[in-house]
């Protein structure tokens, strides 16, 4: 053969398949190694590369049977003709020397390097490739139906089955982490947004209701004026309405209804006519079902009781969306109140403070699957009431007790984390 080709025509035809072998082995890293989410939403946006690599991947026992049989189909042949090649330079003992070289050279040029070219940057090439494989699949479709077919029967003895191949749903937390790493390609405010929203579920309304000694109400016992003062100075839309206490609740009043009755009319008996009545939740509701119940009921406020009927706090789903975009009222009750700065590392904490909203605000990593104030942590960790002066550490924060009054801490000095300290030194 090598009397009837030119040697350099032989070379030129070696140099090709070893073109094509490196052209299937990328291409295959490449379509294997695509994100199918992106590929999912760049085939939606109608990106032809894309949407051919899509329906390729949906049987991706044909698509590497179709690659397969093309790469194996090069590499013999060029094995062939190295050894045609080896006789026409050197006779039979160069064909074992050029078996060593052609297997160098398949292996990084054919191989290694375009294996690695796709894994960095896998679109580049599984795209084009897609456009070229989706009618070579449909011209060499009985040949690689066959082999699929028997690769198939195999993995069935083992068990295997082509559904396990099926692009499986995110669970939240790997939505988490692909929300988390995103980066640059999201701002951080979305960012932060997404991840709150995500969190709903672990999230219940005890972590973020008003809590039962700090419910702000109208209680019908008082005098007329008194009432009158509450209202005219409540920064909220709806009040709770109860006698005596607020366990024995009432109602709401809607101030819009207040604001639209004759002044004159007036008196607690038209006021008890203007309530709605009551909306109660369970503790322990997740903040995720709070907020579709909010939605279906259109209502946005509710009061969480416990297990026997007596109330614990109470919720509005003004709360549930801080929880999800942020503060964005000016409630003399946010937690920059409860929080001053003595020093770059030291913090005046209120006892009352709510333990979530110190780690968003201060950017802080105390424990929230307990008590939800920082006082109630305090306490279930020494199991008493501890005197002024008393020290402790919670997860790695030195806080010291400054003031206590009526069997409460009101007031903590909590330090700089210790494991940031030590980082910085």
Known sequence: MGDDVPLGALLSLLGLLLLLSAFFSGSETALMSLNRYQLRHRARKGHRGAMLAERLLARPDRVIGLILLG????NFSAASLMAVIALDLGGEPAVALGTVVLTLVVLIFSEAAPKTLAAMHPERLAFPAAIIYYPLLKLTYPLVWLTSMCANGVLYLFGVRSSDSELQP????????????????MSSRYQRMLLSILDL???TVDDVMVPHNEVVGIDLDDELVEIEALITASEHTRIPVYRDTIDNIIGILHLRKLANAAPQSFDKRSLEAMLEEPYFVPEGTPLSTQLVQFQRRRLR??????????????ITLE??????????????TDSDEDVVREGPESWLVAGG?????LNRSEHWELPTDGPKTLSGLIVELLETIPEPSTCLEI????????ETED??????????????AEAED
């Open 395 to 402: 997860n790695g924060y030195p806080i010291e007790i400054v």
């Open 71 to 74: 790469n194996n189909l090069v």
């Open 319 to 332: 709360d549930i969306l801080e929880e999800i975009v942020g503060e964005f009222t000016t409630d003399p």
């Open 301 to 314: 406020i509710a009061l969480v009781v416990d297990e026997y009927g007596d109330i614990q706090g109470l």
């Open 170 to 185: 995110l669970t939240r937390e790997e939505l988490r982490t692909v929300v988390f790493e995103a980066g640059s390609r």
């Open 407 to 420: 069997k409460r801490i009101r007031t903590v000095r909590v330090g700089r984390r210790v494991a940031e």
């Open 353 to 357: 403070a709510n333990i979530r909203e």
């Open 201 to 203: 579920e672990k999230v």
